[in-house]
């Protein structure tokens, strides 16, 4: 048992220890001139988002990207950067985020990684009085900013609401040039369940690097419980042994195919 103890913490410390996005491996590359994004609490920076309708179903990573980088950088240093659709309302001199995925950044701030972007991978640029986070997919959009709230600003989740939230304070904001491609390791990583009874929870692992919220999730994903395998449920158990299964509302178990173990009996631990 102490080993299992010993496994978990090891695996959340690789996972959120070190504020990296579980999983990921980095390339740094060097650019040159940095970007303000807030200059005395005051907003430098607009935001070019991606286009057209944000709200619709199966854009709620890139709707997420854009709203976590733009709040957090809020509740850091008090400045509200604008956000646009449209690349021509960006004036000379005026520092820039690109917020995107790939094929979708307006042709006025395309970037080439250096390396074609995997699944889920993300290409953050700084430089030029410009900020890139380019996205392979919407999962990897989201992955680069919440990866840049975690490295570039210190914000941290710690648990699924404000109490959870730690978020340092910054009068300035600027970056120092540089190229990053961070790549998955993970094909997958599902750690987070129901979003109609848990939603916060969900949020809190989509922020940590949770595939639930993928269009294609439902064509990759699958997973069971193994009690079935351990314990059957059929209906000579149920019949023979009712104590190894829960009562439903105090009365004694009839077999149902949805019917659960009970997790205190001495021996349907052992059997475990």
Not at 209 to 231: A, I, P, S, T, V
Not at 243 to 252: I, L, M, N, S, V
């Amino acid at each position: 048992m102490r080993n299992i103890f010993v496994s978990l913490a090891i695996g959340m410390t690789l996972l959120f220890g070190d504020g990296r996005s579980p999983g990921y491996a980095q390339e740094v590359v060097k650019s040159a001139e940095e970007v303000p994004l807030v200059i005395d609490h005051k907003a430098t920076a607009v935001v070019v988002r991606p286009k057209g309708n944000l709200q619709v179903k199966g854009r709620k990573l890139e709707r997420m990207a854009v709203d976590d980088f733009c709040d957090y950088i809020e509740k850091s240093t008090g400045a509200r950067l604008t956000v646009t659709e449209n690349a021509e309302e960006v004036v000379a001199g005026q520092s820039v985020v690109v917020l995107g995925v790939v094929g979708s950044v307006p042709k006025r701030f395309t970037v080439k990684p250096p390396k074609p972007l995997k699944r889920h991978a993300f290409y953050y640029e700084a430089g030029q009085r410009r900020l890139t986070i380019l996205g392979a997919d919407p999962r990897g959009l989201a992955n680069g900013v919440h990866w840049f709230l975690r490295q570039k600003i210190g914000v941290r989740w710690y648990m699924s609401t404000e109490l959870g939230e730690e978020v340092p304070t910054h009068a300035n904001l600027t970056l120092k040039p540089e190229q990053i491609t961070i790549d998955p390791e993970f094909e997958w990583i599902r750690f987070m369940g129901n979003e109609r009874e848990l939603p916060d929870e969900v949020v809190w692992g989509v922020r940590h690097g949770d595939d639930l919220w993928d269009e294609d999730f439902r064509d990759h994903w699958n997973f069971q419980k193994n009690w079935m395998n351990l314990l059957p449920l059929t209906r000579e158990n149920v019949e023979k042994h009712p104590d190894w299964w829960a009562r439903e509302e105090g009365k004694p178990p009839v077999y149902h195919d949805e019917l659960n173990v009970c997790v205190s009996n001495p021996e349907v631990i052992q059997q475990f």
